[in-house]
Every structure is written in C-alpha cells, then in structure tokens.
C-alpha cells in the first residue's frame, strides 16, 4: 500500500489535470498534501436558528419559505429575496446574479441559508448566503461537524476544497501517514500539561479532528488555535522550520571554511590606534568569533548589540583576523549613508596599517566601477566594503574569508544565502571553501524570536554600552509646543552640541516625507537663523546625502533636519538633541533604533518625541515604553507583545516562514521543546528529518536554494 505523501491527487475522485494545477498553486500535490491544508476557521452549520433571534455580524444557518423574489435598483442593482420561518423573515440579498438564480428563487419554494447576518437597507440581511432549496423533502440532514473554511485561492471553492478533504480523509488511517515524532522524543522534554496532550494526540487524530471538529468541539480555543489537536500539529511544523534551518546550517558546515590563525602583531596594532579600550562585553564577543573563525568550518553568528555598543570594531578585528591570514574581507551595510560611514572608519583605521580598503555601491558605474572589481578580483583589495552591489553576480573575489553583513534586519534571509556562495574563486569550485560570515543587528531580537528565525546561526550578544555614557533623557512633549522644543535646539546648539531634526513617514510614501522634511527644514531655518541646518533624505542623490552627513559630521552644520534614513548605524558622537516628530507613526523599534543616535558621546542626551494629538492607546503605550527604558532588549519585547512577529521582523521574514497553523507569538512557549526536539531528531533519528520538512515546507526547499 502507498503511503499517502506518496499518493498523487489525481487519484481523488473528480481531479483532472485542471484541477490538479489549480491545487498545485496553493502547495498542493499529494494526499499528504491535503490532509496538511488545514482550515483558517470553521462555520457551524450544525444548527438552525430561528430568523427572529438573528444578530448582525454572525454566522448561521436559516431555513424558511420564500416569500418573494425581486431586481431592486439602488446604489447598485441586487436581487434581494424574502424568507420566512415561523418566527419572522430576513432578507437575501445579492449583488451578482444570473437569471436562473432569479428563476430558481420562486415564491413558496423552502430554503436554507448559510451566511452572515449584517444590518443592511432592508434591516437585518444576509448578503451572498450559500444556499440549498430543499425540494419537496422537509427534513435534509445538517452537518455533523463544524464546518471548515481552508486557505482558497482562484478557481478553487471552499466547496471544492472541502470534498477534496473529505476524500482524503476517507483514505487516512494508522498505517498509511507515517508519525515521524519519535513517541521517546515528545515525552523527554517539557513535562508540562501541555506537552503531555500533544503526546497524546496521534497526528492521524489531530488532522481528523482540525478538518472536521465535532459540533461539541471547544470552539474558542480552536478559534484562538490552542486547541491540543492544533498545538500537536504548530509543534511539528515549528519543527519542521526549525529542522529545515539547521539543516541549512549543516550544510554549510559540511564545506570548508578558512582557519584564520589568531594575528596578534595587528590586533595590537589596530587597539593601540584606538582613543578607547575595548568594553569587557566588545572583548567576550572578539573572543567568541576570533575561536570560530580559527576553526576550518565556516561560521555562522549573528552579532547583536544596541545601536552605539561598539559593533564596528568588533567586525574590524575580526577582518583583521582573515586579512593576516592572507584573505579579503567584505563589510556589508544596507543603505549607502552607513557603506560610506564603514569606509571612513576602516581606512582611518586599517590605512596605518597597509591594509587596502575599497569600495562598491550601486552607484558606481562604469570605468570606476572595473576599476574597483580589478581589485576585488585580483586581490589587492583586502578590505571591501559596500552595498548589497556585493551581491551582484559580476563581483567576483579573489579570496574572500569573512563576509560581515551590518544591520541585517534589512536583508532577507536569501540575500544572506547569496553572500556564502561566493567563496575563493581560486579554489576549483567543488572543493571551494565558504566564507565566515558575521550578520550584525542594533534590532535585539527576542530570544523566541531568534529560535525560530534565526535557527541557523549562533549567537553574541554585546549587553555593556561603553563607559561614560549617559543614558538618553526622554521626553514626550504635545505638538503645541513646538516652540519650546525649537528654543531647545537653540540652547543645545549654542552650547556647541549637535542636533537631529527627525520627520517621520507619512503613509509609504519616500517623496511625500522628502517633501515634509523640506517644508519643515526651511520652516526652521526661519526660526533658528543663526544655525547652520543641513537636510537628508531618501530623494537625495547618494553623493549628496554623504556629503551632508559628513558635513554634519565634521561639525560644519548644526542641526539636521532628516528622515528616517538616518535611522540605523549614523554615528555621530557630538549630538546630544533627537527631535522626533509624529513618533506615534513608528514602532518601538524604529523609535529605539533612531533615538539610538544620540547618547553616543559623553555628554548628557536627549529625546524629545514631539507627538500631535489624539493619540492612540498603543501609540500611548509605545511612547511610555520609550520614556521608562533605554534597554533594547525590554523594548524589543515590549514591541514584540504589542506588535506581533510580522512586525518586528518585518513581514518579509516572517513572510518566509510562511507558516500554516504555528504562530511564532501564540506559540512561543513551545519553541524549548521545538530546538530541543530537533537536536535529538538530528542526533537519534537523521532519516525523519527530510520527511518533516517535505511535509510542511514542500519539495521546494525553501531555505536551500538561493
Ligand atoms: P554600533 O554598535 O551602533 O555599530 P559603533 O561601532 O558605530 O556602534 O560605535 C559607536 C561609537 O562608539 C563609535 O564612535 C566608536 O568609535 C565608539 N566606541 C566603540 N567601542 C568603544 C569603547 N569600547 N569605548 C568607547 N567608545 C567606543
Ligand atoms: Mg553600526
């Protein structure tokens, strides 16, 4: 007997090659397939209800007589119909119909109604119920179970959908859908209430119950997705991402990776150039990378610290570590404000050291361009730092060691794929080694989180500022009293500080924001005539927008009027003054990462969020959240619980993970028994692993090919 991930649809009855496409769009290709389709919600068609008791914005299940069938012309035209049960009568009404549909509505006719209960022009209605007519037999049955609503897309009804289901269904039993959970492995950890039910929960009984949950079945926690049958299933499927994850990393280790031996004659040499002493938590996370990249596996780690902690240097040591061992290095930022910043930093510091730096943006074209690839390609490049033109196909590297990627949060987890590929070019290309890599993220990512997402990296966490940091002051202050805060930037300018000037985003829009940092930079310059005011934003050409940051950098403007594109990596130690306007339009995160600006030198900071009434009770929140603490970590939480995963993350993270039934919040307090499941499935039962992922993921190996 064929196993059911064996099976192909086609053997369902009723699913011709049409069909067969139509599923293959929504994942689907095997029986297995379906029974892993699960319902988004359920409708309960168990019951009648009696017309008269009907509330707006509920679903249900009517039955009655027509009573009367007609085209009104309103706004729009619509057929509406009258029903009548012995209680009273509602209206259907619909505003696509075929003139069978009228036809087949006749007078006196019985009826029963699936749909929604809305209050419309009629009074209570249903707009576009299912329905049946009932004939001359009074008593059809109802449903039994509650009734699935699955993820649809075009040409394939909920109708469609549910009799493939029960097909499939029919065809289920003990033998035919392996368990691939070790029954060993889901009682070992955990030992909570919990674990102990989804032990119990056979995955045949869980698929049977989520497409066809008893009328009796505990309706809110299904809706809420608690429910043991859906537990028992998010806690595979975490698995399976998780699995599909570390298997990615297992693959990458299984190459080659450079063993830089440790270059102490220009670490000191580079430490002795520095105006600082390392913090202890700068040298716990060196020391940490310095091991890894000593080792001929590649690393895979993820570097993460609040913005101003000092990741910079960390990435030049360890740049140094591959560059005394005769390879290149690549420093990667996201935006060319931050390419252009690293370049100052790392030719200040490795130029004393006859290191040679380079770099590549998306900017540079033509000649300048080869010119630049030359380098990179012949090797005389030793340090390259750039935008995602690293990227590109054309950069080809002579020796490439250590790819560092900076405030990864804008990178996808394909584009941080792209970069292992290119490894030393010079190595024939089945023994090539994989380059280190270092990601560096100022957005601390909730441990949960980084469980899920990030499975296959390590992790450093630099938890110290430097010393003689003051904590940024926060203050949140009513647009009406702009004035105050403009005498603000006078006294904090005419002291000799810095200051930024955010305006934040008004709907997506880069222009519409470019315009208002416009109005409200010359506004200020009205107010503020004895300050120099520079102004950055995405509409600028690259050239210009370095140029005003390093304007504003060397002290040659006073106060900057600014986007949001100065939000991540800007440093610069004399500004002690954050404007940010409308902060009710951004999340804590963003909010964190831009107040993360100032407080980088030693003089006393702060933070004016200069908010415009009404605000929202999560924008009241959020900026409660920003004034109590400077923490990143508790804000990253915080934004966590008030946001959701999607948000943190950025949807496109999240939006890869593409999960059918766990939900990273709702389900966070499985993920212990998710890695710790994984570990011993890898380690005591390796051949479950492609078929979990197969299952959940599909054959496209999502995460394997770039
Ligand atoms: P981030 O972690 O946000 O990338 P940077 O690497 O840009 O932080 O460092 C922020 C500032 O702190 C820089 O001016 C840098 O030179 C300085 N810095 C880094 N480490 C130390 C330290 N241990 N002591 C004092 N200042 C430091
Ligand atoms: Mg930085």
Redesign the pocket.
Known sequence: MTTLDQAPITQLRGIGAKMRDKLARVGIATIQDVLFHLPLRYMDRTRISPIAGLQSNTEVVIEGEIRGTDVVFGRRRSLICKVQDNTGLITLRFFHFTAAQRNNLTSGARIRCYGEVRRGGAGLELYHPEYELLGEQSSKPLAQNLTPVYPASEGLTQYRLRTIAEQALALLNDGNLEELLPAELLSAEGGSSRANIQQQTSLADALRFLHQPPASAAVELLAEGLHPAQQRLALEELLAHHLSLQQLRQQIRQHQGPAFAAHTKLRSALLKHLP????GA?QRVCEEIANDIAQPVPMLRLLQ?????????VAALASLQAIGSGYQAAVMAPTEILAEQHRLNFEAWFTPLDITVVWLTGKLKGKAREVQLERIANGSAQLIVGTHALFQDDVIFHKLGLTVI?EQHRFGVHQRLALREKGPASEPSHQRSVPHQLI?T?TPIPRTLAMSVYADLDFSV?DEL???RTPVNTVAIADQRRGEVVQRIRGACGEGNQAYWVCTLIEESETLEAQAAEVTASELALLLPELRIGLVHGRLKPKEKIQVMAAFKAGELDLLVATTVIEV?V?V?NASLMVIENPERLGLAQLHQLR?RVG?GSIASHCVLLYSMPLSQRAKERITVMRQTNDGFVIAEKDLALRGPGEVLGTRQTGELNLRIADLERDAHLLEQVKATASALMTHHPNKVAPIIRRWLGNKERYGQV
């Open positions: 600082f002493e390392l913090t700068q610290g609040d913005g101003g902690s000092g990741k910079t240097v900076d560096m100022a630099i430097p010393a003689g990596g440093d130690p993360g980088r």
